[in-house]
T-cell receptor, first 112, second 113 residues
Framework: GDSVTQMEGPVTLSEEAFLTINCTYTATGYPSLFWYVQYPGEGLQLLLKATKADDKGSNKGFEATYRKETTSFHLEKGSVQVSDSAVYFC???????????FGKGITLSVRP | DVKVTQSSRYLVKRTGEKVFLECVQDMDHENMFWYRQDPGLGLRLIYFSYDVKMKEKGDIPEGYSVSREKKERFSLILESASTNQTSMYLCASDRGRGNEKLFFGSGTQLSVL
C-alpha cells in the first residue's frame, strides 16, 4: 500500500536559517504529493502540492520538487521565520476518490 | 472560503459512553473524511465517504462508525468510548475531482476518562 516516510523530529532552528525536511514515499501508480502545515491550535492547511514528476510546488517561500527517480518530495525554505513554527506533514494521494496518506509529521520550532 | 466546522473544540467523556462528533462543510463537497491525530503517529484515517449514505473504512475503523445522511454533514460515532480513543479528531472534505487538496476543520480534542 501507499506510505510516506518523514525524517524524525523535532527540528529547532534559528531565524533566517535554511530548512530542509525530508520526505520519501511508496505508492502504486503516479500519486500527487502534498505538504500540509498545522499551526498551533489549528487544523491542517495545504502549504504546497505537485501533481507530476519534476513539478515544483511553492508557497510562502517554501518549495518542494517531485522527484520520481528518488521517490522524494523534500521541503525547503531558504530563510525561516519565527512564524514558520508549526507541524509539517508530507502526504500523497493516488486518485480522485482515494484517501490522503500522511507521514507522521515533524515539529519545527524557530527561535528569534 | 470553504469552511469545515467541527461542533466541539474540546470534549470530555466517560468510558462506555456513546459519543457523537459532528462535522459540517459549506461548499457542497462530495468527499468527507475523519482522521485521528496522535503524537508520533501522525494522522490516521478512520472512515471516509464519497457521497450521501456511502461510507468506506479507513486504516483504523475498529471501535468507530459513521453516518452521512446529508451531503454537508459527516458524523463520527464512538459506540462505547474507551480510554485509547482519547485523541485529536480531524474532519476534512474535498470536491472529489482529481487530486484536490483537503480542507480541514480545527479539530476536536476528545478525552475519555
Amino acid at each position: 500500500g501507499d506510505s510516506v516516510t518523514q525524517m524524525e523530529g523535532p527540528v529547532t532552528l534559528s531565524e533566517e536559517a535554511f530548512l530542509t525536511i525530508n520526505c520519501t514515499y511508496t505508492a502504486t501508480g503516479y500519486p500527487s504529493l502534498f505538504w500540509y502545515v498545522q499551526y498551533p491550535g489549528e487544523g491542517l492547511q495545504l502549504l504546497l502540492k505537485a501533481t507530476k514528476a519534476d513539478d515544483k510546488g511553492s508557497n510562502k517561500g517554501f518549495e518542494a520538487t517531485y522527484r520520481k527517480e528518488t521517490t522524494s518530495f523534500h521541503l525547503e525554505k531558504g530563510s525561516v521565520q519565527v512564524s514558520d513554527s508549526a507541524v509539517y506533514f508530507c502526504a500523497l494521494r493516488s486518485g480522485a476518490n482515494s484517501k490522503l496518506t500522511f507521514g507522521k509529521g515533524i515539529t519545527l520550532s524557530v527561535r528569534p | 472560503d470553504v469552511k469545515v466546522t467541527q461542533s466541539s473544540r474540546y470534549l470530555v467523556k466517560r468510558t462506555g459512553e456513546k459519543v457523537f462528533l459532528e462535522c459540517v462543510q459549506d461548499m457542497d463537497h462530495e468527499n468527507m473524511f475523519w482522521y485521528r491525530q496522535d503524537p508520533g503517529l501522525g494522522l490516521r484515517l478512520i472512515y471516509f465517504s464519497y457521497d450521501v449514505k456511502m461510507k468506506e473504512k479507513g486504516d483504523i475503523p475498529e471501535g468507530y462508525s459513521v453516518s452521512r445522511e446529508k451531503k454537508e454533514r459527516f458524523s463520527l460515532i464512538l459506540e462505547s468510548a474507551s480510554t485509547n480513543q482519547t485523541s485529536m479528531y480531524l474532519c476534512a472534505s474535498d470536491r472529489g475531482r482529481g487530486n484536490e487538496k483537503l480542507f480541514f476543520g480545527s479539530g476536536t480534542q476528545l478525552s475519555v476518562l
